[in-house]
């Protein structure tokens, strides 16, 4: 487990935003990955809440290798392995399964999994995961809850997602068990779907210079 975590934290590299992304159309998927690249955003999270999804993985992984591609809302193992098969190197899910965490266990690529509660925490890094997801951010308590974690469960880092904005993006990042936020703010649905790519790459740029790295 401790190479999975220096291997999900190399591929991240300190990238302070990771852009959550939601695809409708796969020809969207090549443009989309270059502006993020072109904003300083390489590490990218291609959800699979479209039927696109996996296709546009597929698409980015060989016609991107500047970019770093993961999938994320991951449910299940059988979503683990279509995903990891399509070229994702590295996978987030909002939660965590006995079945989904066996499935990680097998395979090279690393898994960011969710968690929001000590319990769910402590069973995570009693499997050996020590950079989790905290999601929905927001929702859960945001800051002052993972301030509180940070005493108890000083071995865990989080990737908090859900709620996160440019706004408060970078409070979150002075925190030091935070190694990154998640967001879909840098690529809107609607820049998306109008094509527009120079947006993309602009936003991404100003998320890209939020600190950590
Ligand atoms: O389903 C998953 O695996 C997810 O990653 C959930 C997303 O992270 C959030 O839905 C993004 O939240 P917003 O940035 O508030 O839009």
Same mark, same amino acid.
């Given at each position: 487990? #401790?190479?999975?975590?220096?291997?999900?934290?190399? *591929?991240? @590299?300190?990238?302070?935003?990771?852009?959550? *992304?939601?695809?409708?159309?796969? &020809?969207?998927?090549?443009?989309?990955?270059?502006?993020?690249?072109?904003? /300083?955003?390489?590490?990218?999270?291609?959800?699979?809440?479209?039927?696109?999804?996996?296709?546009?993985?597929?698409?980015?992984? #060989?016609?991107?290798?500047?970019?770093?591609?993961?999938? $994320?809302?991951?449910? =299940? $193992?059988?979503?683990?392995?279509?995903?990891?098969?399509? $070229? =994702?190197?590295?996978?987030? =899910?909002?939660? %965590?399964?006995?079945? *989904?965490?066996?499935? &990680?266990?097998? %395979?090279?690529?690393?898994?960011?999994?969710?968690?929001?509660?000590? %319990?769910?925490?402590?069973?995570?890094?009693?499997? $050996?995961?020590?950079?989790?997801?905290?999601?929905?951010?927001?929702?859960?308590?945001?800051?002052?809850? *993972?301030?509180?974690? &940070?005493?108890?469960?000083?071995?865990?880092?989080? !990737?908090?997602?859900? /709620?996160?904005?440019?706004?408060? &993006?970078?409070?979150?990042?002075?925190?030091?068990?935070?190694? !990154?936020?998640?967001?879909?703010?840098?690529?809107?649905?609607? @820049?998306?779907?109008?094509?527009?790519?120079?947006?993309?790459?602009?936003?991404?740029?100003?998320? =890209?210079?939020?600190?950590?790295?």
């Amino acid at each position: 487990m #401790k190479n999975k975590t220096e291997k999900l934290l190399a *591929l991240l @590299d300190g990238q302070p935003v990771i852009p959550v *992304l939601k695809i409708g159309d796969v &020809a969207h998927a090549v443009p989309l990955a270059r502006a993020l690249v072109a904003g /300083g955003l390489p590490a990218i999270e291609i959800t699979l809440r479209t039927p696109a999804a996996l296709d546009a993985i597929r698409a980015v992984a #060989k016609e991107v290798p500047e970019a770093v591609v993961g999938a $994320g809302t991951i449910l =299940s $193992g059988e979503d683990f392995v279509k995903a990891a098969d399509a $070229g =994702s190197r590295f996978i987030v =899910s909002p939660g %965590s399964t006995p079945e *989904l965490l066996e499935t &990680a266990e097998k %395979s090279d690529v690393p898994l960011l999994p969710g968690a929001t509660t000590p %319990s769910e925490i402590m069973v995570l890094q009693a499997r $050996g995961y020590e950079i989790l997801k905290f999601f929905p951010a927001e929702q859960s308590g945001g800051l002052p809850f *993972l301030k509180a974690l &940070a005493s108890p469960l000083a071995a865990i880092r989080f !990737c908090p997602t859900g /709620g996160i904005s440019l706004k408060n &993006a970078p409070d979150y990042l002075a925190q030091p068990n935070i190694v !990154c936020v998640g967001g879909s703010w840098v690529a809107p649905d609607a @820049d998306i779907e109008a094509g527009n790519w120079q947006r993309i790459e602009e936003l991404a740029r100003e998320a =890209s210079q939020l600190k950590k790295r």
